[in-house]
């Protein structure tokens, strides 16, 4: 059974950092390349970053690069996201998984392997 576990969500203000965690199990994690994704409220579930097994490629959307930062420890099966510059645009929850990219009519997207965990929740006030 696939378990996602992620924690570090918070109410913060516009401008400040948090970090996030996500914990799950060495079948789940080995491997594969780790994906974070976020839910705003009455929105549709977004692609926010990715990173490789060997920590030698990462991907973010346009809207969070320079704020964001994705991680992984192998040794932990752990996965982490770093978030400064806050924005109320990016109040939502956030989920990880692992991920892969398949193709669109537009070229890519990035899509989640298995089911969702429960996410955690950031709240960014203005």
């Known amino acids: 059974q696939v378990q996602l576990v992620e924690s570090g969500g918070g109410v913060v203000q516009a401008g400040e950092s948090l970090r996030l965690s996500c914990a799950t199990s060495?079948?789940?994690?080995?491997?594969?390349?780790m994906a974070w994704f976020r839910q705003p409220p009455g929105k549709e579930r977004e692609f926010v970053a990715a990173?490789?097994?060997?920590?030698?490629?990462?991907w973010y959307t346009d809207s969070v690069k320079g704020r964001f930062t994705i991680s992984r420890d192998n040794a932990k099966n752990a996965v982490y996201l770093q978030m400064n510059t806050l924005k109320p645009e990016d109040t939502a929850v956030y989920y990880c998984?692992?991920?892969?990219?398949?193709?669109?009519?537009?070229?890519?997207?990035?899509?989640?392997?298995?089911?969702w965990g429960q996410g955690t929740l950031v709240t960014v006030s203005s």
């Open positions: 990173i490789s097994w060997h920590n030698d490629n990462t």
């Open positions: 060495e079948h789940t994690f080995r491997t594969k390349t």
């Open positions: 998984n692992p991920a892969q990219t398949v193709a669109t009519v537009e070229g890519y997207a990035w899509s989640a392997l298995y089911t």
